[in-house]
């Protein structure tokens, strides 16, 4: 059987894909099927690496030692993400030095979420759980992308992030089950998260129209992802006693949620770099690359 | 020389895990590290963090050879099991042994 031949031509590459077909590195592909593949790969590298910052930040003061190490092997696993991503974008042509030059100089973007600022450790309940949870759904869609490098990297995400949510889920419990301070610690931390979180899987562009999708970069419309989120995860904030804090949310009879239409100019907002933290935490990650340059010459020397 | 890139100056390892005792090595991943005790340390960070892996292969990337192009001239039918339908000689061979139906 001879093997599959990739199309060397736009068209017939667009309907290859859009039929299942699989693309590997060293496969054809049109240039503005890397560039996008590139762009869209690139800022979820950013994203996990920058998604530390704010957990990191309470590492120190988590309230208990089980606490102190399941942060610190979260935090680890979403570096080691970074780093699986970053070596994918690396065998498409953009080498990891220029990727991270970029994110520092606010060139590339990385998602909504990780430019807020935790403020307790109801945050960091509400991070893990439900911010991970809405993560989560976007990266399952992602095991069906049509390059398969990166649906392969993935299984081993997704399969990582599982114990993510249930950590935040964990955390959420302690405190809902705990003193009346500690549950308004979680209402409030849920009443500042959730305008991010909706904004989270994007404003809802058509698939027709969405390029991502047309790729089959994207295996699933922005909607679809949000819809998926809040069908699994109202629920479940529901039966704690918690309150989600718009008044409009309902489910209509069809299964549709319906809902305050969020903030679009406040999303395009902050991921063009003008988030509440966005300014202090790449001003780390720059700090951070300048300091330990030194290891990065020694290795390299090797 | 595999047909994957080659960064412009650190090499790759690919990396290669077994999951449990008895199971196939299966590729990973790839580190990108100086030299092998470097793409051990990161290999072993990054597939072995959690008590996941087994034991791990590290193999230089352009230590492996790519095979992508198969000979394409001759029907290969009678190597496999879709090459062979019995049905209608089974049948036969039944009715005539009188042990059709019997089944």
Same mark, same amino acid.
């Given at each position: 059987?001879?093997?599959?031949?990739?199309?060397?031509?736009?068209?017939?590459?667009?309907?290859?894909?859009?039929?299942?077909?699989?693309?590997?590195?060293?496969?054809?592909?049109?240039?503005?099927?890397?560039?996008?593949?590139?762009?869209?790969?690139?800022?979820?590298?950013?994203?996990?690496?920058?998604?530390?910052?704010?957990?990191?930040?309470?590492?120190?003061?988590?309230?208990?030692?089980?606490?102190?190490?399941?942060?610190?092997?979260?935090?680890?696993?979403?570096?080691?993400?970074?780093?699986?991503?970053?070596?994918?974008?690396?065998?498409?042509?953009?080498? !990891? /030095?220029?990727? &991270?030059?970029?994110?520092?100089?606010?060139?590339? =973007?990385?998602?909504?979420?990780?430019?807020?600022? +935790? *403020?307790?450790?109801?945050?960091?309940?509400?991070?893990?759980?439900?911010?991970?949870?809405?993560?989560?759904?976007?990266?399952?869609?992602?095991?069906?992308?049509?390059?398969?490098?990166?649906?392969?990297?993935?299984?081993?995400?997704?399969?990582?992030?599982?114990?993510?949510?249930?950590?935040?889920?964990?955390?959420?419990?302690?405190?809902?089950?705990?003193?009346?301070?500690?549950?308004?610690?979680?209402?409030?931390?849920?009443?500042?998260?959730?305008?991010?979180?909706?904004?989270?899987?994007?404003?809802?562009?058509?698939?027709?129209?969405?390029?991502?999708?047309?790729?089959?970069?994207?295996?699933?419309?922005?909607?679809?992802?949000?819809?998926?989120?809040?069908?699994?995860?109202?629920?479940?904030? !529901? /039966?704690?006693? &918690?309150?989600?804090?718009?008044?409009?949310?309902? =489910?209509?009879?069809?299964?549709?949620?319906?809902? +305050? *239409?969020?903030?679009?100019?406040?999303?395009?907002?902050?991921?063009?770099?003008?988030?509440?933290?966005?300014?202090?935490?790449?001003?780390?990650?720059?700090?951070?690359?300048?300091?330990?340059?030194?290891?990065?010459?020694?290795?390299?020397?090797? | 020389?595999?047909?994957?890139?080659?960064?412009?100056?650190?090499?790759?390892?690919?990396?290669?895990?077994?999951?449990?005792?008895?199971?196939?090595?299966?590729?990973?991943?790839?580190?990108?590290?100086?030299?092998?005790?470097?793409?051990?340390?990161?290999?072993?960070?990054?597939?072995?963090?959690?008590?996941?892996?087994?034991?791990?292969?590290?193999?230089?990337?352009?230590?492996?050879?790519?095979?992508?192009?198969?000979?394409?001239?001759?029907?290969?039918?009678?190597?496999?099991?879709?090459?062979?339908?019995?049905?209608?000689?089974?049948?036969?061979?039944?009715?005539?042994?009188?042990?059709?139906?019997?089944?």
């Amino acid at each position: 059987m001879a093997a599959v031949e990739i199309p060397r031509d736009e068209q017939a590459f667009l309907k290859y894909v859009q039929s299942g077909g699989q693309v590997e590195t060293a496969d054809w592909m049109p240039d503005d099927y890397r560039r996008k593949l590139i762009k869209f790969i690139e800022m979820h590298g950013n994203s996990e690496l920058m998604g530390v910052l704010p957990e990191r930040e309470w590492i120190l003061r988590a309230p208990t030692l089980q606490r102190k190490l399941a942060l610190t092997a979260k935090v680890q696993d979403e570096v080691g993400h970074a780093q699986l991503i970053y070596r994918v974008v690396e065998d498409l042509g953009k080498p !990891r /030095e220029q990727c &991270l030059a970029d994110l520092v100089d606010g060139k590339a =973007k990385f998602h909504n979420v990780f430019h807020y600022p +935790t *403020e307790t450790w109801g945050d960091v309940g509400v991070i893990a759980w439900l911010v991970d949870a809405a993560a989560i759904i976007s990266q399952k869609a992602l095991l069906k992308c049509s390059y398969a490098p990166y649906a392969r990297i993935m299984k081993k995400i997704c399969w990582e992030e599982s114990f993510h949510i249930l950590h935040g889920r964990d955390v959420i419990l302690a405190m809902v089950t705990g003193t009346p301070e500690q549950f308004e610690l979680v209402q409030e931390a849920l009443n500042r998260w959730w305008g991010p979180l909706m904004q989270f899987h994007g404003n809802p562009i058509p698939s027709d129209e969405d390029p991502m999708f047309l790729w089959r970069i994207k295996s699933q419309g922005n909607e679809e992802a949000r819809q998926q989120f809040l069908d699994g995860y109202v629920p479940q904030i !529901r /039966e704690l006693g &918690l309150t989600v804090p718009d008044p409009k949310l309902r =489910k209509r009879d069809d299964g549709v949620w319906e809902y +305050t *239409e969020p903030d679009w100019d406040e999303l395009k907002h902050v991921v063009t770099g003008h988030g509440p933290k966005t300014e202090e935490r790449l001003a780390f990650r720059r700090r951070f690359l300048d300091q330990e340059q030194w290891v990065r010459d020694a290795v390299l020397a090797a | 020389m595999s047909a994957l890139p080659a960064p412009e100056r650190t090499p790759v390892w690919e990396v290669f895990r077994k999951e449990k005792r008895g199971a196939a090595f299966e590729h990973a991943g790839s580190v990108v590290a100086p030299d092998a005790d470097f793409a051990e340390a990161w290999a072993r960070e990054q597939y072995g963090r959690r008590g996941e892996s087994v034991a791990l292969w590290l193999v230089p990337r352009d230590a492996i050879r790519d095979v992508e192009d198969w000979a394409d001239e001759f029907d290969l039918k009678y190597r496999r099991v879709d090459g062979y339908s019995i049905k209608a000689r089974l049948k036969e061979a039944r009715e005539r042994a009188g042990t059709a139906g019997t089944g």
